[in-house]
């Protein structure tokens, strides 16, 4: 349990500890040599799985995927100088999506900065305001006292990194010579006189705090033309989020207007007032006004949906969000009130069911006939489009699939074409920042441990990281990855610095010829080249249940960019009340 050969192995042995008796499970460890105690104590401790991977951003990011899964805080354990520095982008993920980080940054005592010493950088605040909460520990001591100051900031970090929302956090901790478990005499006569179980009694996982909410459901309900709208979600219990919803959007009788990152599309059969085509929908104007509602309520964050954000800003209508966290989750600064607490917690409230509102009949309506309209369209169509793969996903993946879906296209083609089902599926993302660094990372974290698993991505993203390909050989479990290989970034076909080229092509698009066989080959990764919709069918009805395996799916993104403008826009155009 404490490892008594010196004053850093006890330190460091004491941190690992408390941190399992609060419920740690994964400990991500970069190599290096001023961490070494920190590298010692997790990889010898028998209850916490400990990682080694070598790239500080991979590791960040499959750490990040781990604590989306678990939903409980990783440590990421690095050594001094710029290895930590290579953790930001995670950090500012984990923040922005509020998901549970430990950073604990090994670095040189006090007397070893400021004096051109090797591999010293200013550590301290390292990554400015993102942190919950961060602080820089005492050099390692053997006094029962800085034990204690010790156990308790540990138990601090923690804590903090979980409430009042899920975040990162980052110890610093400098460590004097020696670094490796050299025997020291004084740590090992501790060993006799140290109270282990006293010292420890305290240290125990304490349980989220919940209250019964209150909202003005009267008031709600006396709005017949209400909305509620469900941004992305990666809730921890998936069914018991959609079952709230549904409960609410029942005792209102409003539409549900669901992202297609939120679960609400793939439980479509708890909620029958889900919309899922409202992104098509408002792309027609005389539709649009007609739609106008008198009151929303939001759950959670904002959709993806450009279409969506710029019909919220044409008109000002009372806005409740039901979010849990302090953010403020309304970047278009409506006449909005926050009421702080989870939607789940709605499920102990006994709501009357309302009669289905004809507002919301009206929204069923158009997004029945959009479905109707674009579903044939897509089943019929042979050519290898991108949009495509997102419809078809829902229909063949296995229950309860879970998936990472990478940003830029592939979350816009989600949103667009991810149909409401009941697979169950479980859709997991990096929402936060938005960014395309540790998209292969974060998914490898996602399945580890965990039951077979999909990522969908573009190629630029993936070769962002391929450096997460490192893992191969340490992966617990199945990634298929979902290569949508269009040769370069889709996304910027639909922006409108596409019809300038140059530059366009260069330094917007940046096209890429990377040979993917050769590069599944380099890292022992399965390689299929998909040529049909049958043979994608084909391959992810029964997913592997080990390894890694890339399909990848060539396809034209100026050829697709154009397919989505026009056959969203027509069938936009031909709606009707």
């Known amino acids: ?41 997790f990889a010898q401790h028998r209850e916490i799985e ?18 989306k899964r678990t939903g409980l805080p990783v440590v990421l354990v690095c050594t001094s100088g710029t290895a930590g520095a290579n953790f930001y982008p995670a950090v500012i993920e984990a923040k922005e999506s509020r998901i549970p980080l430990l950073i604990l940054t090994a670095d040189r005592p006090p007397e070893m900065r400021e004096c051109h010493s090797g591999q010293t950088i200013d550590q301290v605040k390292l990554y400015g305001t993102y942190p919950n909460w961060q602080v820089e520990l005492a050099v390692p001591a053997l006094e029962m006292g800085m034990l204690g100051y010790l156990r308790q900031t540990v138990m601090q970090a923690w804590e903090r990194s979980r409430f009042p929302t899920p975040g990162p956090v980052h110890l610093n901790l400098p460590f004097r010579d020696p670094l490796a478990p050299i025997p020291q005499a004084e740590a090992i006569a501790l060993e006799a006189e140290f109270p282990t179980d006293l010292f420890f009694s305290g240290v125990k996982n304490s349980a989220v705090q919940t209250s019964i909410p209150h909202i003005p459901l009267a008031e709600w309900q006396s709005c017949p033309n209400g909305l509620i709208i469900a941004g992305t979600a990666q809730p921890g219990d998936p069914e018991t989020y959609c079952r709230a919803i549904a409960h609410l959007a029942q005792a209102l009788g409003w539409p549900v207007l669901a992202d297609g990152l939120s679960p609400i ?30 009151r929303i309520v939001q759950i959670g964050e904002l959709p993806t949906s450009k279409e969506l954000r710029n019909w919220l800003t044409r008109f000002e209508v009372p806005v409740e969000i039901i979010e849990p966290s302090p953010h403020n989750v309304d970047p278009l600064h409506r006449l909005s009130i926050h009421h702080r ?24 309506k158009c997004d029945r006939h959009i479905q109707q309209t674009l579903n044939p369209e897509l089943s019929n169509l042979d050519n290898l489009f991108e949009g495509k793969v997102a419809w078809l996903l829902p229909q063949i993946l296995p229950q309860s699939t879970p998936i990472f879906i990478a940003n830029s296209m592939p979350v816009r083609d989600v949103e667009f074409f991810w149909m409401p089902n009941s697979s169950k599926i479980q859709p997991f993302f990096n929402r936060g920042a938005n960014g395309i660094d540790g998209t292969l990372s974060t998914a490898l974290g996602i ?52 019809q300038f080229n140059p530059p366009f092509e260069e330094f917007f698009a940046t096209p890429q010829k990377v040979n993917f066989t050769q590069l599944c080959a380099a890292y022992n990764i399965n390689y ?12 992810l009805h029964v997913l592997p249940k080990h390894g890694i395996r890339l399909l990848e799916i060539p396809t034209n993104r100026k050829a697709d960019a154009k397919w989505r403008q026009e056959i969203l826009g027509n069938l936009a155009n031909k709606l009707r009340l």
Not at 20 to 31: E, V
Not at 341 to 364: A, H, M
Not at 528 to 539: F, K, N, V, Y
């Open 50 to 67: 400990t990682i080694s991977i070598l790239d500080e951003r991979s590791a960040a990011f499959f750490a990040l995927g781990v604590a």
């Open 447 to 498: 399945a580890h441990n965990h039951q077979s698993s999909i990522m969908l991505t573009g190629d630029l993203a993936l070769l962002h990281d391929t450096n997460g390909f490192l893992f191969q050989n340490k992966l617990i479990g199945h990634l298929t990855i979902i290569l949508i290989n269009n040769h370069g970034g889709g996304i910027f076909e639909n922006l409108p610095i596409s």
């Open 265 to 294: 599309r793939n439980y479509a059969h708890l909620n029958p007032n889900l919309i899922a085509t409202y992104d098509i929908l408002l792309r027609n104007a005389n539709l649009a006004d007609a739609l106008i509602p008198d």
């Open 528 to 539: 299929e080249l998909i040529q049909s919709w049958q043979q994608l069918h084909q391959r």
């Open 341 to 364: 607490f989870g939607v789940e917690s709605l499920l102990e409230l006994d709501f009357p069911v309302s009669v289905k509102s004809e507002y919301c009949q009206r929204w069923q």
């Open 1 to 41: 349990m404490i490892d008594f050969r010196n004053t850093n192995t006890v330190w460091a042995s004491i941190l690992a500890e408390t941190l399992h008796r609060l419920g740690l499970q994964t400990a991500i460890i970069c190599p290096g040599s001023r961490s070494t105690a920190l590298t010692v104590a």
